[in-house]
Protein backbone atom coordinates (compact mmCIF):
# COMPACT_ATOMS: atom_id res chain seq x y z
CA UNK A 1 0.00 0.00 0.00
CA UNK A 2 1.25 3.44 -0.92
CA UNK A 3 0.61 6.18 1.31
CA UNK A 4 1.04 10.32 0.77
CA UNK A 5 1.04 12.81 3.72
CA UNK A 6 1.14 16.17 3.10
CA UNK A 7 2.48 18.78 5.70
CA UNK A 8 5.39 15.91 6.05
CA UNK A 9 7.90 18.45 7.00
CA UNK A 10 6.13 19.29 10.16
CA UNK A 11 5.45 18.11 13.44
CA UNK A 12 2.85 15.68 12.76
CA UNK A 13 3.79 15.13 9.77
CA UNK A 14 7.10 14.06 10.43
CA UNK A 15 6.23 11.93 13.37
CA UNK A 16 3.81 9.84 10.91
CA UNK A 17 6.31 9.70 7.78
CA UNK A 18 8.74 7.76 10.47
CA UNK A 19 6.15 5.63 11.76
CA UNK A 20 4.49 4.16 8.60
CA UNK A 21 7.68 4.36 6.68
CA UNK A 22 8.35 0.31 8.19
CA UNK A 23 4.83 -0.56 7.56
CA UNK A 24 3.89 0.86 4.01
CA UNK A 25 5.21 2.64 0.94
CA UNK A 26 5.24 6.27 2.70
CA UNK A 27 6.00 9.79 0.54
CA UNK A 28 5.99 12.78 2.16
CA UNK A 29 5.10 15.90 0.21
CA UNK A 30 5.20 19.55 1.46
CA UNK A 31 6.04 23.58 0.91
CA UNK A 32 9.66 22.95 2.92
CA UNK A 33 11.50 20.41 3.26
CA UNK A 34 12.07 18.50 6.58
CA UNK A 35 14.53 20.42 9.04
CA UNK A 36 15.71 16.97 11.00
CA UNK A 37 15.45 14.27 9.67
CA UNK A 38 15.68 13.50 5.54
CA UNK A 39 12.67 12.09 4.09
CA UNK A 40 13.82 9.09 1.32
CA UNK A 41 10.25 10.00 -0.65
CA UNK A 42 9.97 13.50 -0.55
CA UNK A 43 7.84 16.25 -3.10
CA UNK A 44 8.46 19.82 -2.54
CA UNK A 45 5.24 20.95 -3.46
CA UNK A 46 3.17 23.88 -2.12
CA UNK A 47 -0.56 21.75 -2.33
CA UNK A 48 -2.18 24.83 -4.33
CA UNK A 49 0.35 24.25 -7.10
CA UNK A 50 -2.08 22.16 -9.03
CA UNK A 51 -0.36 21.22 -12.17
CA UNK A 52 2.65 19.83 -9.93
CA UNK A 53 0.44 18.14 -7.63
CA UNK A 54 -1.74 16.10 -9.92
CA UNK A 55 1.90 14.84 -11.85
CA UNK A 56 3.20 13.56 -8.24
CA UNK A 57 -0.38 11.60 -7.69
CA UNK A 58 0.38 10.29 -11.38
CA UNK A 59 3.92 9.28 -10.39
CA UNK A 60 3.44 7.69 -6.97
CA UNK A 61 -0.34 6.48 -7.64
CA UNK A 62 -1.18 6.47 -3.62
CA UNK A 63 -3.46 4.16 -1.81
CA UNK A 64 -3.96 6.53 0.97
CA UNK A 65 -3.43 10.43 1.12
CA UNK A 66 -2.82 11.76 4.91
CA UNK A 67 -3.54 15.01 5.21
CA UNK A 68 -2.14 16.63 7.47
CA UNK A 69 -0.69 20.09 5.88
CA UNK A 70 -2.47 23.40 7.26
CA UNK A 71 -1.87 26.95 9.38
CA UNK A 72 -2.38 26.04 13.08
CA UNK A 73 -1.06 28.24 15.13
CA UNK A 74 -3.69 30.19 17.09
CA UNK A 75 -0.82 33.31 17.57
CA UNK A 76 -0.61 35.67 15.03
CA UNK A 77 -4.26 34.91 14.31
CA UNK A 78 -5.80 37.78 13.09
CA UNK A 79 -3.59 36.72 9.72
CA UNK A 80 -7.08 35.40 8.13
CA UNK A 81 -5.52 35.46 5.05
CA UNK A 82 -2.72 32.83 5.41
CA UNK A 83 -5.64 30.75 7.04
CA UNK A 84 -7.53 30.69 4.24
CA UNK A 85 -5.18 30.21 1.56
CA UNK A 86 -3.28 27.32 3.50
CA UNK A 87 -6.02 25.10 4.72
CA UNK A 88 -8.99 26.76 2.50
CA UNK A 89 -7.92 26.81 -0.86
CA UNK A 90 -5.01 24.32 -0.55
CA UNK A 91 -7.24 21.77 0.93
CA UNK A 92 -9.64 22.42 -1.89
CA UNK A 93 -7.24 22.13 -4.48
CA UNK A 94 -6.06 18.68 -2.83
CA UNK A 95 -9.85 16.78 -2.62
CA UNK A 96 -9.92 17.84 -6.66
CA UNK A 97 -6.75 16.28 -7.39
CA UNK A 98 -7.58 13.01 -5.23
CA UNK A 99 -11.04 12.70 -6.80
CA UNK A 100 -9.54 12.92 -10.24
CA UNK A 101 -7.75 10.25 -9.53
CA UNK A 102 -9.85 7.95 -7.60
CA UNK A 103 -7.65 7.84 -4.46
CA UNK A 104 -9.21 5.18 -2.49
CA UNK A 105 -8.83 6.52 0.85
CA UNK A 106 -8.12 9.98 2.64
CA UNK A 107 -7.59 10.75 6.62
CA UNK A 108 -7.65 14.28 7.02
CA UNK A 109 -6.63 16.32 10.37
CA UNK A 110 -9.67 18.54 11.94
CA UNK A 111 -9.94 19.69 14.99
CA UNK A 112 -11.00 20.40 18.29
CA UNK A 113 -11.71 23.85 17.85
CA UNK A 114 -14.49 23.05 15.56
CA UNK A 115 -17.01 22.42 18.34
CA UNK A 116 -18.91 25.17 19.90
CA UNK A 117 -17.41 26.68 23.44
CA UNK A 118 -18.63 23.80 26.08
CA UNK A 119 -17.58 22.80 29.81
CA UNK A 120 -18.09 19.35 28.96
CA UNK A 121 -16.66 16.26 27.56
CA UNK A 122 -16.59 16.95 23.58
CA UNK A 123 -18.65 13.70 21.44
CA UNK A 124 -18.38 14.18 17.54
CA UNK A 125 -21.69 15.26 17.82
CA UNK A 126 -21.63 17.91 19.97
CA UNK A 127 -22.69 21.59 18.53
CA UNK A 128 -20.15 23.12 16.44
CA UNK A 129 -18.79 26.67 16.14
CA UNK A 130 -15.71 27.51 16.45
CA UNK A 131 -14.62 30.55 17.69
CA UNK A 132 -11.69 31.47 15.67
CA UNK A 133 -10.23 31.27 12.43
CA UNK A 134 -8.71 28.34 12.60
CA UNK A 135 -11.18 26.40 13.70
CA UNK A 136 -13.40 28.05 11.36
CA UNK A 137 -11.74 27.20 8.07
CA UNK A 138 -10.95 23.39 9.32
CA UNK A 139 -14.57 23.14 9.74
CA UNK A 140 -14.89 24.15 6.66
CA UNK A 141 -12.52 21.68 5.29
CA UNK A 142 -14.53 19.01 6.80
CA UNK A 143 -17.93 20.49 5.01
CA UNK A 144 -15.55 20.48 1.38
CA UNK A 145 -14.41 17.13 2.35
CA UNK A 146 -17.97 15.86 3.07
CA UNK A 147 -19.38 17.10 -0.47
CA UNK A 148 -16.91 16.73 -2.90
CA UNK A 149 -16.04 12.68 -1.69
CA UNK A 150 -19.45 11.71 -0.65
CA UNK A 151 -20.52 10.28 -3.59
CA UNK A 152 -17.20 9.52 -5.18
CA UNK A 153 -14.82 6.15 -5.18
CA UNK A 154 -12.79 7.83 -2.11
CA UNK A 155 -13.84 6.95 1.27
CA UNK A 156 -12.72 9.31 4.31
CA UNK A 157 -11.88 9.68 8.34
CA UNK A 158 -12.14 13.27 9.45
CA UNK A 159 -9.97 13.12 12.64
CA UNK A 160 -10.52 15.92 14.96
CA UNK A 161 -7.28 16.52 16.97
CA UNK A 162 -7.05 18.05 20.49
CA UNK A 163 -3.77 19.45 22.25
CA UNK A 164 -1.01 16.61 20.34
CA UNK A 165 1.93 17.11 21.71
CA UNK A 166 5.81 15.37 23.22
CA UNK A 167 8.18 13.46 21.21
CA UNK A 168 8.34 9.96 18.82
CA UNK A 169 11.62 10.00 20.85
CA UNK A 170 12.22 6.65 19.35
CA UNK A 171 12.90 8.04 16.32
CA UNK A 172 14.31 10.72 17.63
CA UNK A 173 11.66 13.17 16.22
CA UNK A 174 9.56 15.64 17.60
CA UNK A 175 8.23 19.58 17.83
CA UNK A 176 10.53 21.96 15.88
CA UNK A 177 8.59 24.72 15.28
CA UNK A 178 9.98 28.35 14.50
CA UNK A 179 9.03 29.85 16.83
CA UNK A 180 7.42 27.00 19.48
CA UNK A 181 3.81 28.21 20.52
CA UNK A 182 2.72 25.17 22.31
CA UNK A 183 2.66 25.35 25.66
CA UNK A 184 3.94 22.10 27.08
CA UNK A 185 7.33 22.14 25.52
CA UNK A 186 7.30 26.15 26.20
CA UNK A 187 6.97 25.62 30.12
CA UNK A 188 9.68 22.33 29.91
CA UNK A 189 12.38 24.69 28.10
CA UNK A 190 11.68 28.18 30.35
CA UNK A 191 12.06 25.47 33.60
CA UNK A 192 15.16 23.79 31.88
CA UNK A 193 16.58 27.64 31.15
CA UNK A 194 15.54 29.20 34.26
CA UNK A 195 12.96 32.16 32.38
CA UNK A 196 9.75 33.59 33.29
CA UNK A 197 6.82 31.28 32.10
CA UNK A 198 3.74 33.58 30.83
CA UNK A 199 0.31 31.72 31.12
CA UNK A 200 -2.45 33.44 28.96
CA UNK A 201 -5.49 34.18 31.18
CA UNK A 202 -6.20 33.33 34.91
CA UNK A 203 -10.04 34.30 34.81
CA UNK A 204 -11.31 31.21 32.98
CA UNK A 205 -14.73 29.29 34.37
CA UNK A 206 -12.05 26.61 35.45
CA UNK A 207 -10.83 25.30 39.01
CA UNK A 208 -7.81 27.97 39.14
CA UNK A 209 -8.58 29.92 36.28
CA UNK A 210 -6.55 28.88 33.69
CA UNK A 211 -7.62 26.84 30.50
CA UNK A 212 -8.07 23.33 30.63
CA UNK A 213 -7.27 20.95 27.74
CA UNK A 214 -6.73 17.58 26.46
CA UNK A 215 -3.21 16.10 25.78
CA UNK A 216 -2.37 13.73 23.70
CA UNK A 217 0.70 11.77 22.73
CA UNK A 218 2.16 12.06 19.59
CA UNK A 219 2.61 8.31 19.54
CA UNK A 220 -0.88 7.56 20.64
CA UNK A 221 -2.38 10.06 17.42
CA UNK A 222 0.60 7.97 15.07
CA UNK A 223 -1.47 4.86 16.46
CA UNK A 224 -4.65 5.83 15.68
CA UNK A 225 -3.81 6.45 11.82
CA UNK A 226 -2.05 3.81 11.78
CA UNK A 227 -5.29 2.01 12.80
CA UNK A 228 -7.92 4.18 10.54
CA UNK A 229 -5.58 3.03 6.94
CA UNK A 230 -6.09 -0.62 8.51
CA UNK A 231 -10.18 0.70 9.14
CA UNK A 232 -10.47 2.18 6.00
CA UNK A 233 -8.87 -0.83 3.92
CA UNK A 234 -11.45 -3.62 5.91
CA UNK A 235 -14.52 -2.00 6.03
CA UNK A 236 -14.27 1.17 3.58
CA UNK A 237 -16.55 3.39 5.28
CA UNK A 238 -16.79 7.28 6.09
CA UNK A 239 -16.23 8.70 9.76
CA UNK A 240 -15.37 11.65 12.11
CA UNK A 241 -13.52 10.42 14.58
CA UNK A 242 -12.14 12.77 18.18
CA UNK A 243 -8.56 11.70 19.14
CA UNK A 244 -7.87 13.03 22.69
CA UNK A 245 -7.08 11.04 25.80
CA UNK A 246 -10.10 12.13 27.64
CA UNK A 247 -8.14 13.58 30.37
CA UNK A 248 -7.83 17.68 30.86
CA UNK A 249 -5.15 19.35 32.44
CA UNK A 250 -5.22 22.86 33.37
CA UNK A 251 -2.32 25.16 32.46
CA UNK A 252 -1.30 25.49 35.91
CA UNK A 253 -1.89 21.46 36.53
CA UNK A 254 0.66 21.31 33.53
CA UNK A 255 3.10 24.24 35.17
CA UNK A 256 3.18 22.39 38.41
CA UNK A 257 3.76 18.47 37.21
CA UNK A 258 6.40 19.69 35.11
CA UNK A 259 8.03 21.34 37.86
CA UNK A 260 7.63 18.22 40.11
CA UNK A 261 9.34 16.14 37.23
CA UNK A 262 12.32 18.65 36.45
CA UNK A 263 12.57 18.40 40.23
CA UNK A 264 13.48 14.97 40.70
CA UNK A 265 15.22 14.27 37.38
CA UNK A 266 17.61 17.33 37.16
CA UNK A 267 16.91 19.16 40.86
CA UNK A 268 14.89 21.97 39.32
CA UNK A 269 12.39 23.39 41.49
CA UNK A 270 10.56 26.72 39.47
CA UNK A 271 7.57 28.11 39.24
CA UNK A 272 8.48 31.69 38.31
CA UNK A 273 5.34 32.75 36.20
CA UNK A 274 3.46 35.74 34.82
CA UNK A 275 -0.40 35.81 33.85
CA UNK A 276 -1.06 37.74 30.65
CA UNK A 277 -4.03 38.84 28.17
CA UNK A 278 -6.31 36.07 26.91
CA UNK A 279 -5.38 34.80 23.61
CA UNK A 280 -8.21 35.54 21.43
CA UNK A 281 -10.14 32.56 20.19
CA UNK A 282 -9.06 30.64 23.41
CA UNK A 283 -11.50 28.26 24.84
CA UNK A 284 -12.25 27.81 28.62
CA UNK A 285 -12.01 23.69 28.35
CA UNK A 286 -11.64 21.56 25.23
CA UNK A 287 -11.75 17.80 26.51
CA UNK A 288 -13.43 15.33 24.70
CA UNK A 289 -14.68 11.81 24.52
CA UNK A 290 -12.85 9.44 22.70
CA UNK A 291 -15.34 6.20 23.50
CA UNK A 292 -15.88 6.32 19.29
CA UNK A 293 -12.48 5.92 18.60
CA UNK A 294 -12.62 3.12 20.99
CA UNK A 295 -15.47 1.38 19.36
CA UNK A 296 -14.49 2.64 15.41
CA UNK A 297 -10.89 1.76 15.77
CA UNK A 298 -10.11 -0.10 18.15
CA UNK A 299 -7.82 2.51 19.82
CA UNK A 300 -7.39 4.12 23.19
CA UNK A 301 -4.62 5.74 24.25
CA UNK A 302 -1.73 4.14 26.16
CA UNK A 303 0.92 7.15 26.10
CA UNK A 304 -1.23 10.05 27.04
CA UNK A 305 -0.54 10.67 30.89
CA UNK A 306 0.74 13.55 32.12
CA UNK A 307 3.83 12.08 33.19
CA UNK A 308 5.19 10.24 29.97
CA UNK A 309 4.03 13.25 28.11
CA UNK A 310 6.68 15.50 30.15
CA UNK A 311 9.52 12.85 30.51
CA UNK A 312 9.64 12.38 26.52
CA UNK A 313 9.68 16.15 25.84
CA UNK A 314 12.25 16.14 28.25
CA UNK A 315 14.25 13.39 26.45
CA UNK A 316 13.17 15.27 22.88
CA UNK A 317 14.53 19.09 24.70
CA UNK A 318 18.05 17.42 25.73
CA UNK A 319 18.26 16.20 22.17
CA UNK A 320 17.94 19.09 20.41
CA UNK A 321 20.65 20.97 22.73
CA UNK A 322 23.05 18.00 22.44
CA UNK A 323 22.55 18.10 18.58
CA UNK A 324 22.74 22.30 18.74
CA UNK A 325 19.26 22.39 17.41
CA UNK A 326 17.87 26.03 18.43
CA UNK A 327 14.52 26.08 19.42
CA UNK A 328 13.21 30.06 19.49
CA UNK A 329 10.00 29.95 21.65
CA UNK A 330 6.96 32.72 20.68
CA UNK A 331 7.74 34.25 24.55
Sequence with gaps: MKILITGSAGYIGGCCYEFLKK???????????????????????NLNNKSYLEKIFIKVKPNVVIHLAGQSTLDGI?????????????TNTLLNVIKKNNINFLI??????????????????????PNNIYG?????????????L??????????????????????KIG??????????????????????????????KTQDGTC??????????????????IFLKQKSKNEIINLGSNLGYSNLQILKSASKILK????????????????????????????????????????????????????WINFLKKKQFNRKTIY
Design 108 to 129: FSSTAAVYKKNNCFLKENSFLG
Design 78 to 90: DNKKKYKLNNLKA
Design 264 to 315: RRAKCHYENFIFTEKRPGDSDFLVCSNKKAKKIINWKPRFSSIKKIINDEIL
Design 150 to 171: INSSTRFIILRFFNVCSSFYKE
Design 23 to 45: KFIVYGLDKVKPKLKKQKNFFLC
Design 212 to 229: VRDYIHIVDLLFAIYKCI
Design 175 to 204: EFHSPETHFVPIVLQKIINNQIIKIYGNNY
Design 136 to 148: STKLKCEKIIKKL
